[in-house]
T-cell receptor, first 111, second 111 residues
Framework: EDQVTQSPEALRLQEGESSSLNCSYTVSGLRGLFWYRQDPGKGPEFLFT???AGEEKEKERLKATLTKKESFLHITAPKPEDSATYLCAVQGRAAGNKLTFGGGTRVLVKP | DTGVSQDPRHKITKRGQNVTFRCDPI?????LYWYRQTLGQGPEFLTY????????KSRLLSDRFSAERPKGSFSTLEIQRTEQGDSAMYLCASSLPDTQYFGPGTRLTVL
C-alpha cells in the first residue's frame, strides 16, 4: 500500500525566511508525485508534478525536487500570501488512478 | 470559470437523512474522482470514473455511499442514512490521464 508522510506538520516563518517542506513516500512503482496548495475551506490547487528522481520544477518562490524516497518543496523568501497547507500526493503503478495524500504541512508566514 | 464545480458548497443535515452532491468536471476531462477530507488530514480516495464507468472504489465507500456518472459528464455522490462520522469535506477532481484538478468541495455537517 502506498504511503506518504509529510513533515513538519506546521511551520511558522517570518517573511523572507526561506525553508523546506519534506514529503517521504513508499510506493510500488511511482507514476507521479504531486504537490498541491490548499487554502482554508477550499479545494487543493495544483502546483507541480514530478515523475522521476532528479527532476526539479519551479514556480515563483516555490521549487519542488524529487529523489527515490522523498520530495522537497522549497519556499524561497516567502510572503504572507504563501500561507497555506501544502499537500503532497503520490500515484503508484499498482494503485490504479487514485492519489495517496500525506497529512499536509500548514505554513504560516508572518509579516 | 472553466474549472471543476461542485454543488452545494455547504450542506447541513440531520443524522439519518440522505444527501446528494453534484460535481461538474472540466469539460474535456474523461476521468472523475471523489475524495473525502476531514479536518487536519489529507484527502482520501473514494471512487474513480473513466467516462461513465466506475472503475475503482475504496474500502471507505460503504454500502451507504453510491456514485454515478450517467452520461460521462457530471457525477453525483449520494450518502444514505447519514451518520455523524460522515461529516467532512467531499472533494471532486477531474483529469485527462495525468494531473487531477480539484473543485472547491462540499462541506457536509451531520447533526
Amino acid at each position: 500500500e502506498d504511503q506518504v508522510t509529510q513533515s513538519p506538520e506546521a511551520l511558522r516563518l517570518q517573511e523572507g525566511e526561506s525553508s523546506s517542506l519534506n514529503c517521504s513516500y513508499t510506493v510500488s512503482g511511482l507514476r507521479g508525485l504531486f504537490w498541491y496548495r490548499q487554502d482554508p475551506g477550499k479545494g487543493p490547487e495544483f502546483l507541480f508534478t514530478l515523475y522521476s528522481a532528479g527532476e526539479e520544477k519551479e514556480k515563483e518562490r516555490l521549487k519542488a525536487t524529487l529523489t527515490k524516497k522523498e520530495s522537497f518543496l522549497h519556499i524561497t523568501a516567502p510572503k504572507p500570501e504563501d500561507s497555506a497547507t501544502y499537500l503532497c500526493a503520490v500515484q503508484g503503478r499498482a494503485a490504479g488512478n487514485k492519489l495517496t495524500f500525506g497529512g499536509g504541512t500548514r505554513v504560516l508566514v508572518k509579516p | 470559470d472553466t474549472g471543476v464545480s461542485q454543488d452545494p458548497r455547504h450542506k447541513i443535515t440531520k443524522r439519518g437523512q440522505n444527501v446528494t452532491f453534484r460535481c461538474d468536471p472540466i469539460s474535456e476531462h474523461n476521468r472523475l474522482y471523489w475524495y473525502r477530507q476531514t479536518l487536519g488530514q489529507g484527502p482520501e480516495f473514494l471512487t474513480y470514473f473513466q467516462n461513465e464507468a466506475q472503475l475503482e472504489k475504496s474500502r471507505l465507500l460503504s454500502d451507504r455511499f453510491s456514485a454515478e456518472r450517467p452520461k460521462g459528464s457530471f457525477s453525483t455522490l449520494e450518502i444514505q442514512r447519514t451518520e455523524q462520522g460522515d461529516s467532512a469535506m467531499y472533494l471532486c477532481a477531474s483529469s485527462l490521464p495525468d494531473t487531477q484538478y480539484f473543485g472547491p468541495g462540499t462541506r457536509l455537517t451531520v447533526l
